[in-house]
């Protein structure tokens, strides 16, 4: 993610926007925040208690020390629960140093992992978690390897889950990456989720909360796609430069809508969440995946 991939055909793909009535109120408020359109609508900024898990680390160690807080006995759990868990260890080991001082004082200074974008080392601009089975292969993606957390520790997530696959019938997913947009100026950059280990025609599940934002469809600029192709396969005609209307498709992804993506839109899509200087309340997102 956070790339531009050019390349792959561009064949039209299915997409759907749905209504997704699957997850109870409870359900969402557990999750989530408000509903209100925040462009109508100043949201309330979260507290520390209701922000979804950040692996940016740029506050404080408070959540780390306070070490987790399952409520394992909890139906649901709680925002709080969800927040106060310690990262994988060695994704936490790996942005978290530590700097004795001497004589009883000492620093402990966390980096917010970075992503590349274009050759280039920067934040992530919006906070992410991962969350997959054991023993899948590992997620990369813009030089980042996220460690997964397991879904055990996230019972509200097994639900959306399962309401995803009560509209989905017939659809697996393993694996799950949340994107908390904090505001206005937290974005998705253009990318494909062409990632490997998703196979060639991956369905993303694509469930929201919160603050509503657009959600951008731009097909890829390549020759050679599926849809320029002779019928034997032959050479591809060259692409006309302007742009039409189906070459780009925007959606307002609402609070409890479910975004399908499926087909080939991975790989002859891009995507993006632009910052929307109204978008100012929060919006989580959490896509499921299939690895391989
Ligand atoms: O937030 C969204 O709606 C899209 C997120 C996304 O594209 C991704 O996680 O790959
Ligand atoms: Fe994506």
């Not at 509903?35 to 404080?60: A, F, P, R, V």
């Not at 807080?69 to 942005?95: C, G």
């Not at 639900?159 to 989905?168: F, P, T």
């Not at 393993?174 to 998703?198: C, F, M, P, Q, T």
């Amino acid at each position: 993610m956070e790339k531009i991939n050019n390349s792959g055909d561009s064949s039209a793909a299915n997409r759907s926007h749905q209504p997704f009535d699957g997850i109870s109120n409870e359900e969402a408020e557990s999750l989530l925040i408000n509903k209100n359109n925040c462009s109508e609508h100043k949201s309330k900024e979260m507290t520390s208690s209701e922000i979804l898990l950040s692996d940016n680390g740029e506050d404080d160690d408070s959540n780390h020390k306070k070490g987790l807080h399952h409520h394992q006995n909890q139906r649901r759990m709680s925002l709080t629960s969800i927040v106060e868990v310690e990262p994988p260890s060695s994704s936490y080991a790996a942005t978290r140093r530590t700097i004795d001082l001497g004589h009883g004082s000492d620093l402990i200074y966390i980096q917010r992992p970075t992503i590349r974008v274009f050759g280039r080392s920067c934040l992530q601009p919006r906070d992410t978690c991962y969350v997959a089975s054991s023993g899948l292969s590992a997620l990369v993606y813009s030089g980042y390897r996220p460690d997964a957390y397991s879904w055990d520790d996230f019972p509200p997530l097994k639900e959306i889950l399962d309401a995803i696959y009560k509209a989905l019938p017939g659809s697996r997913f393993n694996s799950l990456l949340l994107n908390r947009y904090k505001g206005a100026n937290d974005y998705v950059a253009w990318h494909a989720d062409d990632e490997k280990i998703y196979g060639p025609t991956p369905e993303i599940a694509s469930v929201s909360f919160g603050c509503e934002r657009e959600f951008v469809l731009k097909k890829k600029k390549n020759e050679g796609s599926s849809q320029e192709k002779t019928e034997d396969g032959g050479p591809a005609k060259k692409r006309l430069k302007r742009s039409n209307k189906e070459d780009q498709q925007s959606l307002t992804l609402k609070h409890g809508s479910l975004l399908v993506m499926r087909g080939y839109t991975q790989r002859d899509w891009i995507h993006s969440v632009p910052k929307r200087a109204k978008a100012e309340g929060t919006r989580i997102n959490l896509t499921f995946r299939l690895v391989l």
